[in-house]
C-alpha cells in the first residue's frame, strides 16, 4: 500500500547511468537560472515603498533614489560575477570558492549563510507567489498559509523528489511569459502616463525631507531592496551546464539577465511611484499597478498569474542549489552522511525533505507574511557574495592567469560593496530580525564543526591498521553464554531455546518471578520437561520484569572473560494483522534498548510469526 | 535525570506485600464513594433550567415537577442499589454482574458504558470543578482548557500513578466540606425567601403552558438532570471495603448518600427558581445561587472552592473505578494483557494513561464546556444501570435465597425504569450528542471481542502438548547460516566477524557495490587480508543498500533445509552523545524491521560502543 502510493508519487528508482546532464542553450539557460532573479521584482520594490511610505515623514519621494543605488549596485554585483564565471568553480557556489582560497572559517561562514539564505528564498518565494494569487482571488486570504504549505509539500517537494531535470523546458514557459507580461504592463504604464489617460501624480506627494530619521529610513528601505538582487549568483554556479563556448556563452547570459532585471525593476518602481501606490493589505503593489493599467481585465489576471509561477519556480531554483550544497558538506565531513548520497530517483532526497520542512516552519511561523521574512532575508545573501568575491580575489592572485590584476581589482571592488551592503542590512535591519541570523550563523558554523568533529573521532576508532586485522582474527574466540528469559514453557519458548543450542553450548533458561509461589511453579513445570537447559530464577518483589533481567546480565558480565560473549534471546511476536501489536507489550524493544548500552552483550531477535 | 524526574513525581517502587485493604468506617466511606454522586448538584439543576430557560415557551416553571420525576427515579435507582449492595459483588459493578448472570453480550455492553461513562464522569467533573472557579475568578476564563488540562493530567494522573489510597482521610474534608456548605447555603436561601429579604420572584415568570414542544423539553430536562445520578453505583462496588457488618453498613451508607443527594438537589432547585437564575456566560447557576444568597463574602469563595474541589474528587473517582474493571476486561482477554497488571506504585498505570488521555481529548474537542459534554453523559451511566439491575433479577433467581422473590421485583422494577430513562435520554439528546455512544458502544463491543478473538488464537498457537515438547528438544538441531553485510573492512566488521566466528562455522561476508569499480576494489582489499570468511558482493545499480540483502536472505531462505537457521549480523554504533546518533543513518534499524518479516530469519545487533 505505502510501497504503491510512494511509486504513484514517487516513481520507478532510477539506474546510475540515467543521470545525464544535458548542455543547454542560452535562451533555455535564461529561463531556468534566473526565475528566482527575475521573479523578485514582483516584492522588491514593494519591499522599498512599504518602509518610504510611512506617513508624515516626506520619504515616498526617495524611492527613486532608493531604487537607482540598487540598480548601481545590481550593475557591480553583475560585474563581479561574470569574473566569478569565468574562474569557473562548477557547483557549490562561495562555499566551494572559499573552501578553496579562503580556508574553512569563511566558507563555513558561506556555508550556513547559503543554507538560511535557500530556505529564505523558498520560504519568501512561496509566500510572494501565493499573496500574487491572494491579490488576484481575495476571498483565498484566509487559506493563505495552507495554500503556501500545499505548494511546498504537495508540489515542489513532490516533484524535487521525482527528481525532475533542471533544465525541462516546462520551466521556460513561465519565466518568458512573466518577463513578456511586466515588459508589456511597464510598455502600456509608460504610455499612459505619457498621454495623461492615467491618474495624474499629485506633486506634493513627491516632496522629499531629508533628516536623521528619514536618512536611516533610507538605508531600510535600500536594504529591504536588495532582497532584490538574490538569485543573482545562480549562473556562475552553472557554468559547467552551459553549451560550448561554456563562459563566454554564461558571460552574454549573466549580462542579459541583469539587464532584465534592471528594466523590470526600474519599471515597476517608476510605476508604483507614478500611481502613488501604497500599502494595502492582502493586495501586493504589483496587483495594484496592474489593475490600475489594465482594470481587472485579462492582462491582470495574466500578470498575477504568470507572477506566482514565477515565484513558485524560483522557490524551485533552491530545490537545486541547496541539496547538491548539503551533499558536497556531508563528502566534506560537515553534514550526516545520508545527505550526501542520491536517493532512488537519483535526487538528494534527503536534502530535498531537510529544506521542505525547514522552509514550511519558516511559512508556518510567519504565518505566510511576505514582509516579515523578508527582514530575514538578503543579509546571508550578501554576505555569501562578500565571501565569494574575496575567495575570487585570492584565487585570481593564485593563477596569476593574463589579466588577472583587473579580475582581483574587480572582485575586490564587489566584495566591498557587498560587504558595506551587509553592514547596512545588518544596522538598520538588526531589531527588526536580521540579529536572528546573526545568531543562527555561528550556532552553524558549531554545529558544522562538532559534526566533523564526531565523523573524525569515529574514523580514527573505526580504522584497523592493516597488521592488526590478522592478530584480531588468530586470538581465540571466547565463549558465547546464551540467555533466554521465559514466562512459561509455550511453542515460543521451544523455538527459542532450539536457537540457542544451535549457536551455543552456554545456555541459561531464566525465569522473573513476581512472587515465590509462581517462582516454585514454574521451576517444577520445568522439572517435568527434562531439557538439558538449566533455569535460573531470580525474584523481583516490585513486579519489575526488565530491571532484574539487566541486573542479572551485569553480573554474568563482571564473572566472564574479557574475550567472551553474552547473547540475550528476545522472541518477538510478528503478528499477523498490524492493529494486533497493539495488544503486545513493548518489553522486548526496551529490553533491546537497554541492553545494548553494556559492552560484548549481543541482542538477538527471534522472531516468532503468528498465524491468525 | 528521567529516571530522577520519576521517583520525585511518581515516587519510589513498592512491594508486594505494601498492598494493604484498609476496612473503612460509615462516615469516611460515605465521603469517600459519594463525592461522584454529591457532586453532581453542582450542575445537575443547572442541566434542567438550561434547557426550560429557553425563551417564549413557558416552560421555566416546569424545572419543578421535573426535579420531583428525578428525585423519585433516584429512591428508586437508590433501592434497586440497596439490593445490589447485599449481593456483594465485589469490583467490576456491572460487567461482573453482566458476565455472571447475563452472558457475554450484556456484559460487553456493560462494559463499553462504563468505559464511556468514566471517561465522561472525569471530563465533566474537572470541566465543571474549573468552572466553579472560573465562576468566582472571572479573570481564569480564558484559561479554562488550560486549567481543565493542567488539573487532569498535572494533578489526578500524577496522584493516581503515585497509587494514592482509596482511603486517604485527605479525601474526606472536602467532601464534607461541601455537604456543610451546600446545606447552609440552602438553609440561609430559604430562610431569606421566607424572610422576604431575597429578591422576590415574579409570579408571571412561573407561568407554564404545556404542549408538544414543551413536553419534548421536558423530557430532555429529565433527560439532562439524569446526570446528577451518576455515582451512586459506586458504594456497592466497595462492599468489601466495610466494616463489618459490611452489607449493613453499606446499605445504611447508600441510604444516607442518597437522602443528601435528594436533600441537595433538591433545595438547590428550589433557590435556583426562586432567584429566577437564567444562563450567564461563564457563571455556574450554583455561583449566581450563591452570590444572590450570600453576596460576594466569604461564604460565596467558600462554596466555589469546595465545589470546585469535590468536582476535581469527583473525577477522581473514576481512576479508581476504570482501571480495575480494565484490568478485569484484561483479564478475562478482552482489552490488552499490560491493562492487567500493577505498575511498580501498585497501581494500574497503563489504565490510568489511557484514561487521563481520554478524558483530555473529551475535553480538548468539547473547549471544556460541560454543557455539551453533559449531551453525552447519562446514556451510559443508565444504560449499565439497567443491565446491572436485570442481571441481579437472574442473580436473586438462581440463589434462591429467603425472600428473593421481593428482591428479584425490586430490581426487575429499577430494571423496567431505568430502561425506559434510557430511552427518553436516546430520543431526547440523540442529535445532541448521544449518537455518539450509540455508535461507540457496538464499536467498543466490536473492538472488545476482536481482542479476545486473537489472544485465543494467540493462545492456541502458543501451546505446546507435553508431549510434543520432548520431540522439539529430540529433533536435530539445523546448521546456522551468518551473513555480515560489510561496507569496508574497519573495526567494526572485526568486532562483528569475530562474534559470528563466535556462533557458527559458516560465515558469509556481504558486500552491496553500487558500482563493478567499487566492488572490485573491496574484494581486492578482502583477499589482502587472509581471513577465512568468504565474501560475497552483490551489485546494486539503484544505489538501494535493503533490497539486495534482503534479495539474497530471501535466496539463501529457499535453498537452505526447513531446520536451518539464518541469522544476521547488524552492527550498531552507540554513540557517545545523544545528538550524535542523528550523524548515522537507520540503515539498521529498517534491516532489522523487515528482516523480522521472514521464517526463520534471526536478526542479531551487535553493539559498537564509539569511545568519544
Known amino acids: 500500500m505505502m510501497h504503491f502510493l510512494r511509486r504513484i508519487l514517487i516513481g520507478r528508482p532510477l539506474h546510475n547511468q540515467e543521470m545525464i546532464r544535458e548542455k543547454l542553450p542560452k535562451w533555455k539557460a535564461l529561463a531556468i537560472f534566473s526565475s528566482d532573479a527575475l521573479s523578485s521584482v514582483a516584492y522588491g520594490p514593494e519591499q522599498i515603498m512599504l518602509i518610504l511610505a510611512i506617513p508624515g515623514m516626506l520619504a515616498y519621494g526617495f524611492i527613486g533614489p532608493v531604487a537607482i543605488a540598487i540598480l548601481i549596485l545590481l550593475a557591480i554585483v553583475t560585474l563581479s560575477y561574470v569574473q566569478v564565471a569565468k574562474a569557473n568553480p562548477g557547483g557549490g557556489g562561495s562555499y566551494a570558492v572559499a573552501i578553496h582560497n579562503l580556508g574553512e572559517w569563511p566558507a563555513l561562514t558561506a556555508a550556513a549563510s547559503l543554507f538560511a539564505d535557500y530556505t529564505l528564498t523558498v ?5 510572494a507567489g501565493t499573496a500574487a494569487i491572494v491579490s488576484a482571488f481575495p476571498e483565498l486570504a484566509v ?5 503556501d504549505i500545499f505548494v511546498l509539500f504537495g508540489i515542489l517537494t513532490l516533484i524535487n523528489l521525482r527528481g525532475v531535470r533542471e533544465s525541462s523546458s516546462t520551466f521556460v514557459i513561465p519565466t518568458y511569459a512573466f518577463i513578456i507580461g511586466i515588459i508589456v504592463l511597464i510598455g502600456a504604464g509608460i504610455f499612459q502616463s505619457f498621454q495623461g489617460t492615467a491618474p495624474a501624480i499629485p506633486p506634493q506627494s513627491l516632496e522629499k525631507q531629508l533628516n536623521f530619521p528619514v536618512f536611516y529610513l533610507l538605508l531600510r528601505a535600500f536594504a529591504n531592496g536588495c532582497s532584490s538582487m538574490t538569485g543573482i549568483e545562480a549562473i ?3 557554468v559547467p551546464m552551459f553549451k560550448e563556448p561554456e563562459v563566454k556563452n554564461a558571460t552574454k547570459t549573466t549580462y542579459l539577465m541583469s539587464g532584465i532585471l534592471g528594466i523590470m525593476f526600474f519599471g515597476i518602481t517608476y510605476l508604483l511611484m507614478h500611481f502613488h501606490i501604497l ?3 492582502d493586495v501586493t503593489a504589483l496587483s495594484q499597478i496592474a489593475e490600475k493599467t489594465f482594470g481587472r481585465g485579462f492582462m491582470y489576471y495574466y500578470i498575477q498569474i504568470t507572477t506566482m509561477l514565477v515565484l513558485y519556480l524560483a522557490a524551485n531554483t533552491s530545490f537545486n542549489g541547496l541539496p547538491p550544497l548539503l551533499s558536497i558538506l556531508a563528502k566534506d565531513g560537515y553534514m550526516p552522511r545520508y545527505l550526501g548520497t542520491r536517493g532512488e530517483r537519483l535526487s538528494f532526497s534527503n536534502g530535498i525533505i531537510l529544506l521542505s520542512i525547514t522552509a514550511g516552519l519558516l511559512i508556518f511561523f510567519y504565518d505566510g507574511n511576505t514582509e516579515n521574512l523578508i527582514s530575514l532575508y538578503a543579509i546571508g545573501v550578501f554576505l555569501s557574495f562578500t565571501i565569494a568575491q574575496s575567495g575570487m580575489v585570492v584565487h585570481w592572485r593564485k593563477e596569476q592567469g593574463s589579466g588577472w590584476m583587473i579580475r582581483a581589482v574587480l572582485n575586490a571592488f ?7 551592503v551587509v553592514i547596512i542590512i545588518l544596522v538598520t535591519k538588526f531589531f527588526y530580525g536580521a540579529w536572528m541570523v546573526i545568531v543562527f550563523i555561528p550556532i552553524m558554523i558549531f554545529i558544522l564543526k562538532k559534526i566533523r568533529h564526531h565523523y573524525n573521532d569515529m574514523a580514527e576508532q573505526l580504522h584497523l591498521p592493516v597488521d592488526e586485522i590478522e592478530a584480531t582474527f588468530n586470538t581465540p574466540i571466547g565463549k558465547n553464554m546464551v540467555i533466554v528469559p521465559i514466562a512459561s514453557p509455550t511453542r515460543v519458548v521451544a523455538e527459542t531455546l532450539k536457537y540457542a ?3 551455543s553450548n552456554d545456555v541459561i533458561a531464566l ?3 513476581i512472587d515465590e509461589e509462581s517462582g516454585k511453579r514454574v521451576e517444577k513445570k520445568w522439572e517435568s520437561l527434562r531439557t538439558d537447559f538449566k533455569l535460573v530464577v531470580v525474584y523481583s518483589p516490585y513486579r519489575l520484569v526488565i530491571q532484574p533481567l539487566i541486573d542479572y546480565v551485569s553480573k554474568l558480565e563482571k564473572a566472564k572473560a574479557p574475550e567472551d560473549f553474552i547473547t540475550v534471546l528476545i522472541p518477538e511476536f ?7 501489536r497493539l495488544l503486545h507489550n513493548q518489553t522486548g524493544w526496551v529490553l533491546r534498548t537497554l541492553l545494548i548500552l553494556k559492552d560484548n552483550v549481543v541482542v538477538t531477535t527471534i522472531p516468532f510469526h503468528l498465524k491468525k
Open 279 to 281: 500599502p494595502i493589505e
Open 143 to 147: 487559506h493563505q498559509v495552507v495554500l
Open 501 to 503: 543450542k544451535a549457536i
Open 123 to 127: 520560504a519568501v518565494s512561496v509566500s
Open 574 to 580: 510478528e503478528t499477523k494483522k498490524n492493529w494486533h
Open 236 to 238: 556562475s554556479n552553472g
Open 414 to 420: 564587489g566584495a566591498v560593496i557587498t560587504g558595506i
Open 511 to 513: 525465569h522473573i518471578a
